[in-house]
C-alpha cells in the first residue's frame, strides 16, 4: 500500500536526506580541521581528552564537561532537527484538518525553516558551544554554564559565568567511580572551594572499562595538577 503525505511531511522526509549529508561533511571537515591543524602543545595534549572534541579548545587551557564525543553530538544534533521540522509537519497538518482540509499555503516552507534552524544550531553547538566549560584565564578559573536543550545541545542566549579567584580555591583533583557492571565506570576533575563542602564537577570521562581505569586516571591526575599550576 502507497503512503500519501501531503506537501508538510514530504518537505520533512525530503530534507532528512539533505540534513544527514550536511552532518557527515561537517564531521568531516572536523575531522580534516583537526588532523591538519597545529600539533598539540604539551599542556594542549594533558588537556585534550577532557575537551570531548569542541573545535574552540584546541592547546586551550579550557576543559569541557560533556557525556557525548563530537560525533555522538552531531548525530543528536541531526535527530532534534528532523524531530523537531516532522512534528511541525505534523502539526500543521493537524492544523489543515482542522481548516477542513485546507493546508497551510507556507506549510512546507515553515517546516524546512524549522529543520534548518534546530540543524545550524545542534551542528554549531555541539562543536563549539558545551553545556559546561571551564577556562583559566590570568588566574582565574571562569565557569560557564548553560541550560540545557537536548541532551549535550544547550538552549541559545541563556549562561551562567562563575569566577572562582586563586583564593577561593582548595584543591583540584582527579576522582574515579570504578566500574562495577561493564564499562560504568568515570573519571571526573573536580574543584574543591574553600567553604563549600561539595566539590563542583568541571570536565569528566563517562563509560570507561576496566582495562582502561589506570590510563583514565593518569590522565585525569595530570589534567588536574596542570590546572592547579596554572592558577598559581
Request: proline share 3%; glycine share 12%; aromatic share 6%.
Amino acid at each position: 500500500m502507497r503512503i500519501r503525505l501531503d506537501d508538510n511531511e514530504r518537505g520533512a522526509f525530503n530534507y532528512l536526506i539533505g540534513g544527514v549529508a550536511i552532518v557527515l561533511t561537517i564531521r568531516g571537515l572536523a575531522w580534516v580541521a583537526g588532523a591538519m591543524g597545529p600539533a598539540s602543545t604539551e599542556d594542549g595534549a594533558v588537556l585534550q581528552v577532557f575537551q570531548r572534541g569542541y573545535l574552540g579548545m584546541h592547546n586551550q587551557l579550557a576543559v569541557a564537561d560533556a557525556s557525548m564525543g563530537l560525533t555522538g553530538r552531531i548525530i543528536l544534533a541531526l535527530v532534534m532537527a528532523v524531530g523537531a521540522s516532522f512534528a511541525t509537519a505534523l502539526l500543521l497538518t493537524f492544523a489543515g484538518h482542522l481548516r477542513e482540509g485546507r493546508s497551510f499555503r507556507a506549510g512546507s516552507m515553515v517546516t524546512r525553516m524549522v529543520l534548518l534552524a534546530f540543524l545550524g544550531w545542534g551542528v554549531f553547538t555541539a562543536c563549539y558551544v558545551p553545556i559546561s566549560e571551564s577556562r583559566v584565564i590570568n588566574g582565574t578559573l571562569v565557569v560557564y554554564t548553560r541550560n540545557r536543550l537536548l541532551g549535550d545541545i544547550p538552549l541559545p542566549f541563556f549562561i551562567h559565568r562563575e569566577r572562582w579567584q586563586r583564593e577561593d580555591i582548595g584543591q583540584i583533583v582527579a576522582e574515579e567511580t570504578p566500574p562495577t557492571t561493564g564499562c560504568n565506570g568515570s573519571v571526573a576533575l573536580l574543584v574543591h572551594l574553600n567553604g563549600k563542602g561539595r566539590p563542583q564537577r568541571i570536565a569528566g570521562i563517562d563509560d570507561t572499562c576496566p582495562e582502561q581505569r589506570m590510563v583514565q586516571l593518569r590522565k585525569a591526575s595530570g589534567a588536574a595538577a596542570l590546572m592547579e599550576r596554572e592558577l598559581r
